[in-house]
């Protein structure tokens, strides 16, 4: 199957180099990208811990350089709400 995407410039980007960084072609990317997105529950498997990390580094490459988070955002007050309490 062929499918077109017409991506916005900024997000094309950010596929681009996450395939640089895992030193695949776009379409290989592309591929395993949405292999992995379409994995349901059932389907799901149990990361190592060293494949937890690199996609937690991935995650972290997607998040632009100089994005901004406040001191509130990591603080206690913010992870933990009156919702928990209940």
Do not use: C
């Amino acid at each position: 199957m062929t499918i077109t995407l017409e991506l916005p410039p900024e997000i094309e980007e950010r596929f681009l180099a996450q395939a640089r960084v895992r030193d695949m072609s776009i379409d290989a990317y592309m591929k395993e990208f949405l292999s992995r997105s379409t994995i349901g529950p059932a389907q799901a498997t149990i990361l190592s811990p060293d494949e937890m990390n690199r996609l937690l580094d991935e995650a972290a490459e997607l998040v632009p350089d100089g994005t901004p988070l406040s001191d509130y955002a990591m603080s206690r007050e913010s992870i933990y709400t009156r919702e928990n309490e209940w």
